[in-house]
């Protein structure tokens, strides 16, 4: 999304590193630099739940704390997930960390998108993370033999297709100032199949 974004030559991009989540003073100086911030930090693997719950809504919070100490009201796109709908502490994280900001963007009157995306494949995609498709790829390519837990059918969209859903965000006119919405799949296959490819 990075590299994408600076593309655009009615983007400025401010670089972000995790260290700011560690430093409320770095944290601050970031988000009173942005008119818009996109929030894709998360945890999603973890042998205990609970931690991967608490992590991802603490960095929400630590988001608002230094927008609230900074008085900034900076556009948040927030990456959240289909796995919302799942009873999963995962999903719930999302879902809780996306009520949080939409009830910080309605105390203070800032614009808030929420955008709930299906999973996502291509370049960059991390094996056994983020993607069964990198984990298919890195699989076949390490001679390990892939296994399907659940042929599950799965709605996906390409990672440039998604990255071109973050600026159109970023860049459209305010309608509603607090909106979540499904970021609409592009194409659908059973994971039998995508292994098959």
Not at 12 to 18: E, G, Y
Not at 170 to 187: D, F, L, M, Q
Request: charged letters at 25%; a negative charge.
């Amino acid at each position: 999304l990075f590299n994408y974004l600076n593309t655009k030559e009615d983007i400025q991009t401010i670089p972000f590193k995790d260290d700011f989540f560690d430093d409320p003073k770095m944290m601050e100086g970031f988000v009173n630099q942005c008119d818009a911030i996109v929030h894709l930090a998360a945890m999603n693997r973890h042998e205990d739940m609970q931690v991967i719950y608490d992590t991802n809504v603490r960095l929400v919070r630590q988001l608002i704390e230094a927008c609230e100490h900074t008085g900034s009201t900076p556009h948040i796109l927030f990456s959240s997930s289909t796995q919302e709908e799942r009873d999963n502490l995962y999903g719930k994280s999302k879902s809780d960390g996306r009520e949080m900001l939409e009830q910080w963007a309605a105390k203070y009157g800032a614009r808030f998108s929420g955008l709930i995306i299906p999973n996502v494949f291509g370049p960059f995609g991390q094996p056994y993370y983020n993607s069964v498709v990198a984990t298919f790829c890195y699989q076949l390519n390490h001679n390990e033999t892939p296994q399907i837990h659940v042929d599950g059918q799965l709605k996906l969209i390409y990672i440039n297709e998604l990255v071109e859903e973050f600026y159109k965000e970023i860049v459209a006119k305010p309608g509603e100032k607090i909106r979540s919405y499904k970021v609409p799949h592009t194409s659908e296959k059973k994971v039998s199949e995508i292994l098959a490819l």
